[in-house]
């Protein structure tokens, strides 16, 4: 495991220098997460004319879609990177309340301390988002519609909110608090959670509200505010590496924190710890979709880390990775752990122009297709590779001229081949697969099958193996109607992995 002491030499800032080699294995860590829980609605359309009413432009709606966010979109994310997760918090008695609990509860987390309160709205942020261009590129926002009750909540509501914080620290080995400042997080309540925390000896992160006055926030372990929050509460213009680490420290002293970690946008970040050392943590250049969500996600997977005593700059490090691929998507997107591996594959590499997240590769297919390049897109566990892979891999970048290889994630292996498998984690087998000469992109999804990603990637061919002969092939009816082709390549007659394994657990039994 590596703690804070396995820093102590770093003067290399450069967020690489600061990786873990790799994601730490998931192990049991119960996370609590306290903060106000927001539902995201997202409407999608079409913008091609001007309406006659006013100079604006006519969305045509095309799909409704429903998100978690804020605290809940930490919950979100948690779940998805393998953390036992509690939610704490009030949504109104109302069918957006009661949506936004059944959507976390679909995530996998614990809703038993969220409270449904009557006589007050659940928040909802309605986001028009428009596509101006064909096939549904240069999706941009046109509108945001906020409705929210941001009064302090009734006593009564704030004892009862209390008194089920007092059971969930109990088993709690994190606190993450959220706080947007809609009325949820009394100076009474916040009080009660960083002291109750600290009894426990819970580590309790906090993504902080806009205020000139943090003292509500004494005694936590860390906190995250972004540029404008840390120059509004310190009174420091964060426009340089010395006014970053000024006003981090002033914090970090003021408050009796083991550390705060402010993002600087396109800048990075900067951690500044109680013990006097800094790391400013550089930004990988990148094209951005939509900063939504990006502030949640570093404080999940801050605060994830900080609860696996993996040490603050390590946390620092991935929560950077992780906020530049939220980014990249368009609204709040949950970070699979596959994704994140992924990023961290991207950075190491040295093939990394080959191991690339969806976002990314979508951008570099569009360059490809505009240069008149067929893509073609095979999928599949591809561990233990062998020479049939080879032989298939061959056959499939011989159809086009850029092969892309979809690559199941450790997870969804396992709910395909068992327990046991993979053999190697997906970080090593897309390393693997990048090394091929046929292969040009590899991309690690997370579902079993293959539909959402091939609707995504859009290929011009399809290719899977001749045993799909007379079998539905996942996202043919996709490709097809738009005119692509499926082709089936041809096998190596006993060559798989579920043999090879099979065979040498036979031989290791002789």
């Given at each position: 495991?590596?703690?804070?002491?396995?820093?102590?030499?770093?003067?290399?800032?450069?967020?690489?220098?600061?990786?873990?080699?790799?994601?730490?294995?998931?192990?049991?860590?119960?996370?609590?997460?306290?903060?106000?829980?927001?539902?995201?609605?997202?409407?999608?359309?079409?913008?091609?004319?001007?309406?006659?009413?006013?100079?604006?432009?006519?969305?045509?709606?095309?799909?409704?879609?429903?998100?978690?966010?804020?605290?809940?979109?930490?919950?979100?994310?948690?779940?998805?990177?393998?953390?036992?997760?509690?939610?704490?918090?009030?949504?109104?008695?109302?069918?957006?309340?009661?949506?936004?609990?059944?959507?976390?509860?679909?995530?996998?987390?614990?809703?038993?301390?969220?409270?449904?309160?009557?006589?007050?709205?659940?928040?909802?942020?309605?986001?028009?988002?428009?596509?101006?261009?064909?096939?549904?590129?240069?999706?941009?926002?046109?509108?945001?519609?906020?409705?929210?009750?941001?009064?302090?909540?009734?006593?009564?509501?704030?004892?009862?909110?209390?008194?089920?914080?007092?059971?969930?620290?109990?088993?709690?080995?994190?606190?993450?608090?959220?706080?947007?400042?809609?009325g949820l997080l009394t100076p009474s309540f916040l009080r009660a959670?960083?002291?109750?925390?600290?009894?426990?000896?819970?580590?309790?992160?906090?993504?902080?509200?806009?205020?000139?006055?943090?003292?509500?926030?004494?005694?936590?372990?860390?906190?995250?505010?972004?540029?404008?929050?840390?120059?509004?509460?310190?009174?420091?213009?964060?426009?340089?590496?010395?006014?970053?680490?000024?006003?981090?420290?002033?914090?970090?002293?003021?408050?009796?924190?083991?550390?705060?970690?402010?993002?600087?946008?396109?800048?990075?970040?900067?951690?500044?710890?109680?013990?006097?050392?800094?790391?400013?943590?550089?930004?990988?250049?990148?094209?951005?979709?939509?900063?939504?969500?990006?502030?949640?996600?570093?404080?999940?997977?801050?605060?994830?880390?900080?609860?696996?005593?993996?040490?603050?700059p390590a946390a620092a490090a991935l929560s950077n990775l992780a906020a530049g691929v939220e980014v990249g998507h368009l609204?709040?997107?949950?970070?699979?752990?596959?994704?994140?591996?992924?990023?961290?594959?991207?950075?190491?590499?040295?093939?990394?122009?080959?191991?690339?997240?969806?976002?990314?590769?979508?951008?570099?297919?569009?360059?490809?297709?505009?240069?008149?390049?067929?893509?073609?897109?095979?999928?599949?566990?591809?561990?233990?590779?062998?020479?049939?892979?080879?032989?298939?891999?061959?056959?499939?970048?011989?159809?086009?001229?850029?092969?892309?290889?979809?690559?199941?994630?450790?997870?969804?292996?396992?709910?395909?081949?068992?327990?046991?498998?993979?053999?190697?984690?997906?970080?090593?087998?897309?390393?693997?697969?990048?090394?091929?000469?046929?292969?040009?992109?590899?991309?690690?999804?997370?579902?079993?099958?293959?539909?959402?990603?091939?609707?995504?990637?859009?290929?011009?061919?399809?290719?899977?193996?001749?045993?799909?002969?007379?079998?539905?092939?996942?996202?043919?009816?996709?490709?097809?109607?738009?005119?692509?082709?499926?082709?089936?390549?041809?096998?190596?007659?006993?060559?798989?992995?579920?043999?090879?394994?099979?065979?040498?657990?036979?031989?290791?039994?002789?």
């Amino acid at each position: 495991m590596r703690g804070l002491k396995d820093y102590h030499e770093a003067d290399n800032e450069s967020h690489i220098a600061l990786l873990p080699a790799a994601l730490p294995p998931t192990r049991p860590v119960r996370i609590l997460v306290v903060g106000e829980m927001i539902l995201d609605r997202y409407v999608w359309g079409s913008a091609s004319r001007i309406s006659p009413e006013a100079p604006i432009p006519v969305l045509q709606v095309e799909r409704r879609e429903h998100r978690a966010g804020n605290a809940a979109f930490v919950m979100a994310n948690l779940r998805a990177l393998g953390a036992a997760v509690h939610g704490l918090s009030a949504v109104g008695r109302d069918a957006n309340g009661k949506l936004l609990r059944r959507l976390i509860a679909e995530c996998g987390v614990n809703t038993d301390s969220i409270v449904a309160v009557t006589g007050r709205s659940t928040i909802v942020k309605e986001r028009f988002l428009a596509s101006v261009q064909s096939a549904g590129r240069a999706t941009q926002q046109l509108l945001r519609v906020d409705e929210e009750d941001t009064h302090p909540l009734a006593a009564p509501t704030e004892r009862v909110l209390k008194k089920k914080l007092s059971v969930e620290l109990e088993t709690a080995d994190a606190v993450l608090v959220s706080d947007i400042n809609k009325g949820l997080l009394t100076p009474s309540f916040l009080r009660a959670i960083i002291d109750g925390a600290r009894q426990r000896g819970a580590p309790v992160i906090i993504d902080p509200r806009i205020s000139s006055d943090y003292s509500l926030y004494r005694g936590a372990t860390a906190l995250t505010p972004n540029r404008f929050e840390t120059e509004a509460a310190t009174g420091v213009a964060m426009s340089d590496r010395g006014a970053w680490e000024l006003g981090a420290k002033t914090l970090t002293e003021r408050l009796d924190l083991r550390a705060c970690l402010v993002t600087l946008d396109r800048e990075g970040m900067y951690l500044y710890q109680r013990d006097g050392r800094g790391f400013h943590i550089s930004t990988s250049p990148r094209d951005v979709y939509d900063v939504t969500g990006a502030g949640d996600v570093v404080l999940a997977v801050f605060g994830l880390m900080v609860a696996m005593e993996e040490g603050f700059p390590a946390a620092a490090a991935l929560s950077n990775l992780a906020a530049g691929v939220e980014v990249g998507h368009l609204g709040a997107q949950v970070i699979a752990r596959a994704e994140l591996e992924a990023a961290i594959e991207n950075q190491r590499l040295d093939h990394s122009k080959k191991v690339v997240l969806l976002p990314e590769l979508k951008r570099r297919l569009e360059t490809e297709r505009r240069a008149g390049h067929k893509i073609v897109f095979t999928n599949g566990c591809f561990d233990l590779l062998h020479a049939g892979h080879i032989a298939s891999l061959n056959f499939a970048r011989a159809q086009g001229e850029r092969l892309v290889v979809g690559l199941n994630s450790d997870r969804s292996v396992r709910q395909l081949k068992g327990a046991g498998r993979p053999v190697y984690p997906a970080s090593e087998r897309a390393r693997i697969l990048a090394a091929l000469e046929s292969v040009d992109y590899v991309v690690i999804f997370d579902e079993t099958r293959a539909e959402r990603i091939i609707a995504e990637v859009a290929p011009d061919v399809l290719v899977k193996g001749e045993d799909y002969r007379g079998r539905v092939v996942d996202g043919a009816e996709q490709v097809l109607a738009r005119g692509g082709k499926v082709v089936l390549a041809p096998l190596l007659d006993g060559r798989s992995t579920s043999k090879t394994l099979a065979d040498l657990k036979q031989r290791l039994s002789e």
